[in-house]
């Protein structure tokens, strides 16, 4: 375990930060290598990917609280316009620096202004002499902006020459960023996926105060057990662990078993999480109906779960019309005079499937058929006389807000 | 191609419509300003009792969710410091509300949903449509306008200028809303101590934030996802709760989101009351009941009920249906103003003026009644109008009774036919009324097979019907069935007796077996070949006699009651019966309309030169008429030069006897326009499109009229 070192921080900062980052030690470390003493410039921009809940948030967040410095944490998802962006990160830039809660409105509409406002916000506080740090989380969003912002946020530290940082947080690759143009590249890091071990050492670190340490981690070694197969999120391994804390500790509350008594914890764990894995991991029932469940002792099976609701109550025709469009969709328009019509003549069986058709439709899928072909199918699948009435009409347009059909071309 | 797009519910018109109005075809005028009144005060009481019986069949779902609200944000309130809330990931509570398909419904249920929220759990209440959000901006700028306006109505008077300024330039951020809903908490901890107890004892210290997403089915997928992400980080400052309602089943939540954004929800699950549930309490109550005067006739209840069952499923549409049918009725029929309750009968049938008296005799239903009276009474009724009056007074009082019993009788029968296996006559009571007004019931062939079923009825189920029978006819008001009931309770004493004199009988049975224990293996079967034919030939036990007495008791009281109206003197004022007119506005034919009017423009113009025989193309039609009567002669792709040139063909048909077959270049240029416009017009109608495949052709999208 490599020690975090660096002569420019504080130990006790250091210490403090090691204990709350677990197994992410040799990124921090490389981290701080790069960012250098607090008044040197560092590397323009850093690009830090990984997967979900790999912990690049997390650990920016604690690095640059725990060591004080100056940063700006902006979310892309939340900010979605440009202009949004840049006033937030504006606003925070105000607010950071002077301390006070005075921030006034800002109007940034584009790179340019922004530059411009930077500059001046950088300067009025005292923050020439440390490294500012922008952390643009879910930072795919960028691309979805106007062409110029990222590579302008890339060599933000050459555009407004300050002492700044870009750090771009993602779940994808870097060169699903890179414009057809050229940029300027970042310097590329990646948080790999934390191991068993390292989910069950960080999960274990925050025990419940009743109750042990070993005990906790004995618990978690179990559900581990059963939910890495499915999961490998450590936010939602930790909802589910203390959803179903509870239902562990029943023997031991009720006195039939002790702390130490792993097996029977474990016989008594093992199916119920199993249920858990079918139902709350799947969202299909929620995590307060299944608390409220597990209180009561009654069985999930009483519930039934948003999937079990399938059966879609429809009119009479609509039932007809969605059978229609089925077929419509599915059957080759040759076919149609063979099925639908009465007195359709004879058909030479060996060549009537041309040879491609043999495959199954349902392997192509769905087809695009025009309106009347439905209806005329409608007309034709519906035992007595259907008049081409407007509320036929009407329920094609429901079922387009629906997305049971879909307008194509 | 032909889609219909219903209209969305514009701003109500307020179209003061009058009597004026009401009555402007001149040959039915009588008692217009009566009728118009009548008609108004009639729908108004239908009216707030549909409101009431949608209040109460919502009254439970709109329970649950209140009780999910405040369970939703309380419980983590209370105790934040606890582990398992600080290890447990913050869910955004969420409510999926299933409520079927008729889209229709909706509004007013999402409507009577805000109204509750407001008035119980929190003023801030949202309703997002997918139409008004197509990007994540849109639906931040929807959901804080309509935040913060539903603030501005709660303390209009304090800051309205604050308010307004602050509404100019907004940034649609989360945090501008965080603080926006901390700043107006914060006020409402702060107010006076009156107001403070006015608030507070309707909504709770932090009220929740309900974003109602209306039609979940129709957001696009980003949206949705941007907004469950957004908001689900702020969770800790905004107490937000979502209501997503769903029109086909709860499994869209799953194929609109990823798991990663699902795993920020925590979904529960309400169900509202199946539509065919609510139409058959709406049946209920306006239709079997004597309320309302006003009736609907069979023919004319089957349209409406068709349409709900084939079509839409909307109660809505059901009831919008019906009060058209009031409309129609209290408009076309000028004696309609004799619809009305019991109590005004008398004053109206004395002033009917002499036109509306021969409006009676003109009845059909009348003229039966008068043939089969004797002469000197026919003379009377036909010549003598006070004596008419009477008459008809007293045939409308029994009209009245006639159908309290028929209601009363009615549900007495449906308690017997719902329960049959099969159920030949129907599950529901609507059917059942159906058949009822249809024709005489008795003389149907699932009347015959359901009495059949009856008899084989056991004894329990019967005991309990009758019982229900009883009920049903002490509830009912009139008194014309106490002999009824006496008879329905004697019987039900008689199946007491039967019991008890069944038990004495077992016993003695069960000792004669007793007896017979101890023969041998040919005796025993030789006593149970007697008890068989025994049996066979046996007398009908006491219990089945009076089964068969109970149904043939049932039957009279069906032949008595269950007449159908149709057979009734005077029956068209109080029934509504015209099926023609109501199918033509309810259940509309547009393309068909479309293409008579374009094939047959006499149908509509009524201009005798139009009429044409046969098949043949008349150069007197609209242009238009022309042209799509040429495309219809056409295949899928039609070459537009042939068709410009059968077109001038036929327009100059007209002037052919002047002479010159070879016309000069400006009168082509004039067809040629003429042509050019209608072929645009047929193109608006959807008929055509242009085609990328050939450039000189249009491509048919119908095949033919239908």
Same mark, same amino acid.
């Given at each position: 375990?490599?020690?975090?070192?660096?002569?420019?921080?504080?130990?006790?900062?250091?210490?403090?930060?090691?204990?709350?980052?677990?197994?992410?030690?040799?990124?921090?470390?490389?981290?701080?290598?790069?960012?250098?003493?607090?008044?040197?410039?560092?590397?323009?921009?850093?690009?830090?990917?990984?997967?979900?809940?790999?912990?690049?948030?997390?650990?920016?967040?604690?690095?640059?609280?725990?060591?004080?410095?100056?940063?700006?944490? @902006?979310?892309? @998802?939340?900010?979605?316009?440009?202009?949004?962006?840049?006033?937030?990160?504006?606003?925070?830039?105000?607010?950071?620096?002077?301390?006070?809660?005075?921030?006034?409105?800002?109007?940034?509409?584009?790179?340019?202004?922004?530059?411009?406002?930077?500059?001046?916000?950088?300067?009025?506080?005292?923050?020439?002499?440390?490294?500012?740090?922008?952390? /643009?989380?879910?930072?795919?969003?960028?691309?979805?902006?106007?062409?110029?912002?990222?590579?302008?946020?890339?060599?933000?530290?050459?555009?407004?020459?300050?002492?700044?940082?870009?750090?771009?947080?993602?779940?994808? @690759?870097?060169?699903?960023?890179?414009?057809?143009?050229?940029?300027?590249?970042? #310097?590329?890091?990646?948080?790999?996926?934390?191991?068993?071990?390292?989910?069950?050492?960080?999960?274990?670190?925050?025990?419940?105060?009743?109750?042990?340490?070993?005990?906790?981690?004995?618990?978690?070694?179990?559900?581990?057990?059963?939910?890495?197969?499915?999961?490998?999120?450590?936010?939602?391994?930790?909802?589910?662990?203390?959803?179903?804390?509870?239902?562990?500790?029943?023997?031991?509350?009720?006195?039939?078993?002790?702390?130490?008594?792993?097996?029977?914890?474990?016989?008594?764990?093992?199916?119920?999480?199993?249920?858990?894995?079918?139902?709350?991991?799947?969202?299909?029932?929620?995590?307060?109906?299944?608390?409220?469940?597990?209180?009561?002792?009654?069985?999930?099976?009483?519930?039934?779960?948003?999937?079990?609701?399938?059966?879609?109550?429809?009119?009479?025709?609509?039932?007809?019309?969605?059978?229609?469009?089925?077929?419509?969709?599915?059957?080759?328009?040759?076919?149609?005079?063979?099925?639908?019509?009465?007195?359709?003549?004879?058909?030479?069986?060996?060549?009537?499937?041309?040879?491609?058709?043999?495959?199954?439709?349902?392997? /192509?899928?769905?087809?695009? #058929?025009?309106?009347?072909?439905?209806?005329?199918?409608?007309?034709?699948?519906?035992?007595?006389?259907?008049?081409?009435?407007?509320?036929?009409?009407?329920?094609?347009?429901?079922?387009?807000?629906?997305?049971?059909?879909?307008?194509?071309? | 191609?032909?889609?219909?797009?219903?209209?969305?519910?514009?701003?109500?018109?307020?179209?003061?419509?009058?009597?004026?109005?009401?009555?402007?075809?001149?040959?039915?005028?009588?008692?217009?300003?009566?009728?118009?009144?009548?008609?108004?005060?009639?729908?108004?009481?239908?009216?707030?009792?549909?409101?009431?019986?949608?209040?109460?069949?919502?009254?439970?779902?709109?329970?649950?969710? %209140?009780?999910?609200?405040?369970?939703?944000?309380?419980?983590?309130?209370?105790?934040?410091?606890?582990?398992?809330?600080? *290890?447990?990931?913050?869910?955004?509570?969420?409510?999926?509300?299933?409520?079927?398909?008729?889209?229709?419904?909706?509004?007013?249920?999402?409507?009577?949903?805000?109204?509750?929220?407001?008035?119980?759990?929190?003023?801030?209440?949202?309703?997002?449509?997918?139409?008004?959000?197509?990007?994540?901006?849109?639906?931040?700028?929807?959901?804080?306008?309509?935040? *913060?306006?539903?603030?501005?109505?709660?303390?209009?008077?304090?800051?309205?200028?604050?308010?307004?300024?602050?509404?100019?330039?907004?940034?649609?951020? *989360?945090?501008?809303?965080? +603080?926006?809903?901390?700043?107006?908490?914060?006020?409402?901890?702060?107010?006076?101590?009156?107001?403070?107890?006015?608030?507070?004892?309707?909504?709770?210290? !932090?009220?929740?934030?309900?974003?109602?997403?209306?039609?979940?089915?129709?957001?696009?997928?980003?949206?949705?996802?941007?907004?469950?992400?957004?908001? +689900?980080?702020?969770?800790?400052?905004?107490?937000?709760?979502?209501?997503? &309602?769903?029109?086909?089943?709860?499994?869209?939540?799953?194929?609109?989101?990823?798991?990663?954004?699902?795993?920020?929800?925590?979904?529960?699950?309400?169900?509202?009351?199946?539509?065919?549930?609510?139409?058959?309490?709406?049946?209920?109550?306006?239709?079997?009941?004597?309320?309302?005067?006003?009736?609907?006739?069979?023919?004319?209840?089957?349209?409406?009920?068709?349409?709900?069952?084939?079509?839409?499923?909307?109660?809505?549409?059901?009831?919008?249906?019906?009060?058209?049918?009031?409309?129609?009725?209290?408009? !076309?029929?000028?004696? +309609?103003?004799?619809?009305?309750?019991?109590?005004?009968?008398?004053?109206?049938?004395?002033?009917?003026?002499?036109?509306?008296?021969?409006?009676?005799?003109?009845?059909?239903?009348?003229?039966?009644?008068?043939?089969?009276?004797?002469?000197?009474?026919?003379?009377?009724?036909?010549?003598?109008?006070?004596?008419?009056?009477?008459?008809?007074?007293?045939?409308?009082?029994?009209?009245? %009774?006639?159908?309290?019993?028929?209601?009363?009788?009615?549900?007495?029968?449906?308690?017997?036919?719902?329960?049959?296996?099969?159920?030949?006559?129907?599950?529901?009571?609507?059917?059942?009324?159906?058949?009822?007004?249809?024709?005489?019931?008795?003389?149907?062939?699932?009347?015959?097979?359901?009495?059949?079923?009856?008899?084989?009825?056991?004894?329990?189920?019967?005991?309990?019907?009758?019982?229900?029978?009883?009920?049903?006819?002490?509830?009912?008001?009139?008194?014309?069935?106490?002999?009824? %009931?006496?008879?329905?309770?004697?019987?039900?004493?008689?199946?007491?007796?039967?019991?008890?004199?069944?038990?004495?009988?077992?016993?003695?049975?069960?000792?004669?077996?007793?007896?017979?224990?101890?023969?041998?293996?040919?005796?025993?079967?030789?006593?149970?070949?007697?008890?068989?034919?025994?049996?066979?030939?046996?007398?009908?036990?006491?219990?089945?006699?009076?089964?068969?007495? %109970?149904?043939?008791?049932?039957?009279?009281?069906?032949?008595?009651?269950?007449?159908? =109206?149709?057979?009734?003197?005077?029956?068209?004022?109080?029934?509504?019966?015209?099926?023609?007119?109501?199918?033509?506005?309810?259940?509309?034919?547009?393309?068909?309309?479309?293409?008579?009017?374009?094939?047959?423009?006499?149908?509509?113009?009524?201009?005798? =030169?139009?009429?044409?025989?046969?098949?043949?193309?008349?150069?007197?039609?609209?242009?238009?008429?022309?042209?799509?009567?040429?495309?219809?002669?056409?295949?899928?792709?039609?070459?537009?030069?042939?068709?410009?040139?059968?077109?001038?063909?036929?327009? *100059? =048909?007209?002037?052919?006897?002047? &002479?010159?077959?070879?016309?000069?270049?400006?009168?082509?240029?004039?067809?040629?326009?003429?042509?050019?416009?209608?072929?645009?017009?047929?193109?608006?109608?959807?008929?055509?499109?242009?085609?990328?495949?050939?450039?000189?052709?249009?491509?048919?999208?119908?095949?033919?009229?239908?």
């Amino acid at each position: 375990m490599p020690n975090l070192e660096h002569p420019a921080y504080p130990a006790a900062d250091l210490l403090r930060l090691e204990s709350l980052v677990p197994c992410r030690e040799s990124q921090v470390s490389m981290l701080l290598s790069i960012f250098g003493e607090r008044q040197q410039f560092s590397f323009p921009s850093i690009f830090i990917y990984g997967h979900t809940s790999s912990g690049k948030t997390y650990v920016m967040q604690t690095l640059l609280t725990t060591l004080q410095l100056p940063h700006v944490f @902006v979310n892309c @998802v939340e900010y979605f316009t440009s202009r949004l962006l840049l006033e937030e990160i504006l606003l925070q830039l105000q607010s950071c620096s002077s301390g006070t809660e005075q921030s006034s409105p800002v109007h940034c509409d584009t790179l340019n202004d922004f530059v411009r406002l930077f500059k001046q916000a950088v300067t009025s506080q005292e923050l020439q002499d440390q490294t500012l740090y922008i952390v /643009l989380d879910r930072a795919e969003q960028l691309r979805e902006m106007e062409a110029n912002i990222l590579p302008a946020f890339l060599r933000l530290q050459e555009l407004t020459d300050r002492n700044v940082t870009v750090i771009l947080l993602s779940e994808i @690759v870097w060169e699903l960023f890179r414009p057809n143009v050229g940029c300027f590249e970042p #310097f590329t890091m990646y948080f790999p996926d934390y191991s068993i071990g390292h989910l069950q050492k960080i999960l274990s670190q925050n025990h419940p105060p009743e109750y042990s340490a070993d005990f906790y981690a004995a618990y978690i070694n179990i559900l581990l057990g059963v939910f890495y197969m499915v999961c490998r999120d450590l936010k939602e391994l930790r909802h589910l662990a203390a959803l179903n804390f509870a239902k562990y500790c029943e023997p031991v509350v009720s006195g039939e078993a002790n702390e130490r008594d792993t097996r029977k914890l474990w016989k008594n764990i093992e199916p119920h999480l199993k249920k858990a894995m079918q139902t709350v991991y799947l969202r299909e029932i929620s995590s307060s109906q299944w608390e409220r469940l597990q209180h009561d002792g009654g069985e999930p099976g009483q519930l039934k779960g948003l999937s079990a609701h399938t059966h879609v109550e429809l009119p009479y025709y609509s039932k007809f019309l969605l059978i229609a469009a089925y077929l419509a969709s599915y059957n080759p328009v040759r076919t149609d005079k063979r099925f639908f019509l009465k007195h359709h003549g004879k058909i030479r069986k060996t060549n009537f499937m041309k040879k491609h058709e043999k495959t199954s439709n349902h392997l /192509l899928g769905p087809k695009p #058929f025009p309106l009347d072909r439905l209806l005329a199918i409608l007309y034709s699948i519906v035992d007595n006389r259907v008049a081409p009435t407007a509320n036929i009409f009407s329920q094609v347009s429901v079922y387009l807000l629906f997305y049971l059909l879909l307008v194509s071309g | 191609g032909c889609f219909v797009f219903k209209p969305r519910t514009k701003k109500r018109r307020l179209s003061e419509k009058t009597a004026h109005d009401f009555g402007s075809t001149s040959e039915n005028s009588e008692d217009i300003e009566l009728r118009f009144v009548t008609c108004q005060s009639l729908w108004n009481q239908i009216k707030s009792e549909t409101e009431q019986i949608q209040e109460d069949l919502n009254k439970q779902l709109l329970d649950n969710l %209140v009780s999910f609200l405040s369970r939703s944000h309380s419980d983590f309130q209370e105790k934040t410091t606890e582990w398992t809330c600080r *290890m447990k990931f913050r869910e955004i509570p969420t409510a999926a509300l299933v409520l079927g398909v008729n889209v229709t419904d909706h509004d007013l249920t999402f409507r009577g949903l805000s109204d509750v929220l407001q008035d119980n759990v929190t003023p801030y209440v949202a309703l997002l449509e997918a139409k008004d959000c197509p990007g994540i901006k849109h639906l931040m700028q929807k959901l804080m306008g309509q935040l *913060m306006n539903c603030d501005i109505v709660v303390d209009s008077l304090e800051d309205e200028d604050c308010v307004q300024a602050s509404q100019n330039k907004i940034r649609c951020s *989360m945090p501008s809303l965080i +603080s926006w809903y901390e700043s107006v908490t914060k006020k409402t901890d702060s107010e006076t101590p009156r107001k403070k107890r006015n608030s507070s004892s309707r909504h709770w210290q !932090s009220p929740p934030v309900v974003v109602i997403f209306k039609d979940m089915e129709s957001f696009t997928t980003k949206v949705l996802q941007d907004f469950i992400v957004i908001s +689900s980080q702020h969770i800790h400052e905004l107490p937000l709760v979502l209501i997503f &309602g769903i029109a086909t089943s709860p499994m869209i939540i799953h194929r609109l989101l990823p798991h990663s954004v699902s795993s920020l929800l925590c979904i529960e699950l309400f169900q509202s009351l199946s539509c065919k549930e609510h139409l058959a309490t709406i049946i209920d109550k306006l239709l079997l009941t004597t309320r309302f005067p006003f009736k609907l006739g069979e023919k004319v209840l089957q349209v409406l009920i068709n349409i709900f069952l084939y079509h839409d499923f909307s109660v809505q549409n059901f009831i919008k249906g019906f009060q058209l049918c009031i409309v129609e009725h209290f408009f !076309s029929q000028p004696l +309609s103003v004799l619809c009305c309750h019991l109590v005004d009968i008398k004053k109206r049938v004395y002033s009917l003026s002499n036109d509306q008296c021969e409006n009676i005799r003109r009845l059909p239903s009348f003229r039966s009644y008068v043939e089969k009276q004797e002469s000197g009474k026919q003379i009377e009724l036909l010549t003598n109008d006070s004596f008419l009056k009477e008459e008809t007074e007293k045939l409308l009082e029994d009209l009245h %009774v006639y159908h309290e019993n028929y209601v009363s009788i009615l549900r007495c029968l449906h308690v017997f036919t719902s329960s049959l296996p099969k159920y030949p006559l129907g599950k529901q009571i609507r059917e059942l009324h159906c058949a009822c007004l249809e024709n005489r019931v008795w003389e149907t062939e699932e009347y015959e097979s359901s009495l059949q079923l009856a008899r084989m009825l056991n004894k329990t189920d019967l005991v309990t019907m009758l019982q229900q029978c009883v009920e049903i006819l002490m509830s009912s008001s009139g008194k014309k069935f106490d002999k009824t %009931v006496g008879k329905l309770k004697e019987f039900l004493t008689q199946f007491q007796n039967l019991e008890e004199a069944s038990q004495e009988r077992d016993v003695s049975v069960s000792s004669q077996k007793e007896l017979q224990k101890k023969t041998d293996l040919y005796h025993l079967q030789k006593t149970l070949l007697e008890m068989k034919e025994s049996r066979r030939s046996k007398k009908l036990t006491k219990f089945e006699m009076l089964r068969f007495e %109970v149904v043939d008791y049932i039957d009279t009281l069906v032949r008595k009651y269950l007449v159908p =109206a149709d057979n009734r003197t005077l029956h068209e004022i109080l029934y509504f019966n015209t099926a023609t007119i109501l199918r033509g506005h309810l259940n509309a034919a547009p393309r068909t309309a479309l293409h008579t009017a374009l094939n047959n423009p006499h149908w509509y113009l009524k201009n005798q =030169a139009l009429k044409c025989d046969g098949g043949g193309i008349s150069n007197k039609a609209p242009d238009i008429c022309i042209v799509y009567k040429l495309h219809l002669e056409c295949g899928r792709l039609i070459n537009l030069v042939d068709w410009l040139e059968a077109f001038s063909t036929v327009v *100059m =048909a007209a002037e052919e006897p002047n &002479g010159d077959a070879v016309s000069s270049d400006q009168v082509d240029d004039v067809i040629h326009a003429r042509f050019i416009r209608a072929v645009s017009e047929l193109e608006l109608l959807g008929f055509i499109k242009p085609s990328k495949q050939k450039t000189d052709h249009v491509a048919r999208l119908t095949w033919g009229g239908c």
